[in-house]
Nanobody
Framework: QVQLVESGGGVVQPGGSLTLSCAAS????????LGWYRQAPGKQRELVAA????????TYGDSVKGRFTVSTDSAKNTVTLQMNSLKFEDTAVYYC???????????????????WGKGTLVTVSS
């Protein structure tokens, strides 16, 4: 089991900043990446940002590039999302994600696995 606990959601004004944090615990030894997705009403869940635990490679959704920064702590147990220059369209429920890539383990195929936090609401409002 992997447990993901999010914090930092809230209300912020347009142009402001907010930092989200997600603490991962449990069986995280084979977690390949940590990151954030978001879902606004009427929209599909979309990638915000993710970081590989091995190598620190990052990826960002097009709509947040240049504004958001994802990082992990030294132990790679916590993923942080620094959000700057927030816009109304950033309003969404943000979900922490921990992912295992598909792989073969001892000759057997292991499907990719996603673990999710419960979500934290970010509201950008004037």
């Amino acid at each position: 089991q992997v447990q993901l606990v999010e914090s930092g959601g809230g209300v912020v004004q347009p142009g402001g900043s907010l930092t989200l944090s997600c603490a991962a615990s449990g069986s995280i030894f084979d977690i390949d990446s940590l990151g954030w997705y978001r879902q606004a009403p009427g929209k599909q869940r979309e990638l915000v940002a993710a970081i590989h635990r091995d190598g620190d490679t990052t990826t960002y959704g097009d709509s947040v590039k240049g504004r958001f920064t994802v990082s992990t702590d030294s132990a790679k147990n916590t993923v942080t999302l620094q959000m700057n220059s927030l816009k109304f369209e950033d309003t969404a429920v943000y979900y922490c994600n921990a992912a295992k890539a598909p792989s073969f383990v001892n000759g057997a195929f292991r499907s990719g696995i996603d673990y999710w936090g419960k979500g934290t609401l970010v509201t950008v409002s004037s």
